[in-house]
């Protein structure tokens, strides 16, 4: 009894203070490749086309070869600075030697030139701002290390567009009596036509083409903005469309409009 009587009022204590800075140093404690991993599968539900996942893979890459050649000791998101992301851009941009991450490449073109174009240094930069965005988002960090490095600037060109004179050259260097001459002289006419992205067009499906109508439907998962889209055709090109839908007929269970000569789909990535 006088046990209990010395214990009541006093402050007792039932849950640990900690549990949060426990939770946020085991976040911190993955490596940065394991954050990467999990950065992908996130940008993968969200929507990301496998070619993006494809690109932000690949430029991840070359970030880690720069970090084992000048920071080998870093490794864990939370290490990486701002002063170590703009090291990399001015690696990138003075002292990378050409085709060095590329094998064949490096073998083919053997150069001593140094430095990345400014719109390539932009793409690996792209990457690694959108990765650690995600991180401090995701309380993985506390601070962005890449939110204060600027992207280069790049300059604006011109396109020359095609002569009409030279579109017609261009056109007759095509076969039409072979099945790929003709298949690649209406993958022409439909980009001259429409504008539309190699790989739109190479993903289209008989469904897509409205020869009545003379159209074509962009699908929302085929388009690279995500956004459907219909693309009025020519006569000319909407009758070369429909005659080579109608000759890859020989080839079964295909519903594609540009087929390789085995009948396959074609694959501009792979």
């Known amino acids: ?22 939770s ?27 070619r993006t996942l494809k690109e932000h893979r690949a430029t991840f890459k070359y970030f880690l070869s720069f970090l084992k050649q000048k920071y080998s000791r870093v490794e864990f998101a939370d290490e990486v600075t701002t ?93 039409q009596r072979t099945y790929a001459g003709f298949r690649d002289y209406v993958l022409m006419l439909l980009f001259l036509d429409t504008g539309i992205r190699c790989n739109e067009a190479l993903g289209l499906k008989k469904k897509d ?12 998962p085929l388009a690279k903005n995500g956004h459907a889209r219909i693309l009025p055709l020519s006569k000319k090109t909407a009758k070369a469309l429909n005659t080579l839908i109608k000759e890859n007929s020989i080839f079964e269970n295909s519903d594609f409009i540009f087929l390789s000569n085995y009948g396959d789909e074609i694959d501009l990535v792979g």
């Open 83 to 175: 002063e170590l992301i703009r090291d990399y851009v001015f690696y990138m941009r003075k002292e990378k030697r050409l085709w060095d991450d590329h094998t064949k490449a490096s073998c083919q073109y053997k150069t001593d030139k140094k430095g990345l174009s400014p719109f390539t240094v932009n793409i690996r930069l792209r990457t690694l701002k959108c990765f650690f965005k995600f991180l401090t988002d995701e309380g993985y960090i506390q601070a962005n290390p890449a939110a204060r490095v600027k992207l280069m600037k790049t300059e604006e060109y011109t396109i020359q567009a095609f002569s009409k004179q030279q579109i017609i050259d261009l056109l007759k260097q095509l076969n």
């Open 1 to 22: 009894m006088a046990e209990q009587t010395r214990r009541n009022g006093r402050k007792t204590v039932s849950n640990r203070l900690f549990v949060e800075n426990e």
């Open 24 to 50: 946020k140093t085991s976040k911190a404690g993955k490596s940065l490749i394991a954050l990467f991993e999990t950065f992908l599968r996130a940008k993968e539900l969200e929507g990301l086309r496998p």
């Open 209 to 220: 083409f409205d020869y009545e109508q003379k159209i074509i439907k962009v699908p929302a």
